[in-house]
């Protein structure tokens, strides 16, 4: 990837989209384009902090492991999402591990020479900030799912995220949520078992809520769902 495709590229994202050609070149002066094969990681929990990423192409998941091996998923991040979330104007070691679920290509910017971009261009520090801003907030919201919400309506709130952000929505209204993740991926993503989501995807299928084709994928209407958590 040359210097103008790579520009092309960060130009698409929202954080840099209204940047003018010469800002574009500074970020893409600091810019490194390369590839994780899967089941790699892009860094491990506790790793000093040196890079932020950019997807290109491919998935990745971070999730984080406590003493005892027991895995949490924070998120299935995707093309044109980046990562980490924190690590911009503090010190440290990632909160999380990075592992590429597809061969990936990322963009890979140091940490230092990006928090000089942000501080040269006080409109993109902004506009990380908000970027932060809605994580936080996104994150708030899943606590206090855990917190306030009881297993069942749990499954289904994660199912209308996933839904949201990697289902495919079809005319009908209901949405096709691909199997690229398994009822153990689902647990970890609110920490419970993989038992306690097969018997509750099991007892949604029962009462007509998903259909699950002979691929796996599911069907649903998000809409249906929400109704059963008001």
């Given amino acids: 990837m040359n210097s103008n495709q790579l520009k092309e590229f960060l130009a698409k994202y929202s954080l840099f989209k209204d940047l003018d050609d010469m800002e574009l070149t500074r970020v893409a002066e600091i ?15 506790g790793d000093t902090l040196e890079n932020v990423y950019f ?23 995707k093309n044109g999402e980046m990562f980490p979330h924190i690590g911009f104007f503090r010190k440290g070691g990632y909160p999380a591990f990075a ?8 963009v890979v910017i140091p940490i230092a020479l990006f928090e000089k971009v942000l501080i ?24 206090e799912e855990q917190i306030l ?6 499954i289904i709130k994660l199912l209308i995220r996933l839904a949201d952000k990697h289902g495919e929505t079809l005319e009908d209204g209901r949405v096709c949520l691909k199997p690229e993740f398994t009822n153990r991926d689902l647990a970890n993503m609110i920490g419970t078992t993989r038992e306690t989501v ?9 009462d007509e809520l998903l259909v699950m084709d002979g691929t796996h994928n599911l069907f649903f209407d998000p809409r249906a769902l929400l109704k059963e958590i008001l």
């Fill in 120 to 143: 040269e261009n006080p409109h993109l520090s902004i506009k990380v900030f908000k970027v932060l801003g809605e994580k936080i907030v996104d994150l708030q919201d899943r606590l």
């Fill in 31 to 45: 810019s490194i384009l390369r590839k994780w094969e899967k089941n790699s990681h892009v860094f491990l929990q």
């Fill in 198 to 206: 097969s018997r509750t995807l099991t007892k949604m299928k029962k």
């Fill in 55 to 77: 997807i290109l192409d491919g998935k990745v998941k971070i999730y984080k492991s406590d003493i005892n091996g027991r895995e949490q998923i924070v998120a299935i991040l």
């Fill in 149 to 154: 919400n009881n297993t069942y309506e749990q």
């Fill in 99 to 106: 592992e590429v679920l597809e061969t990936s290509d990322l």
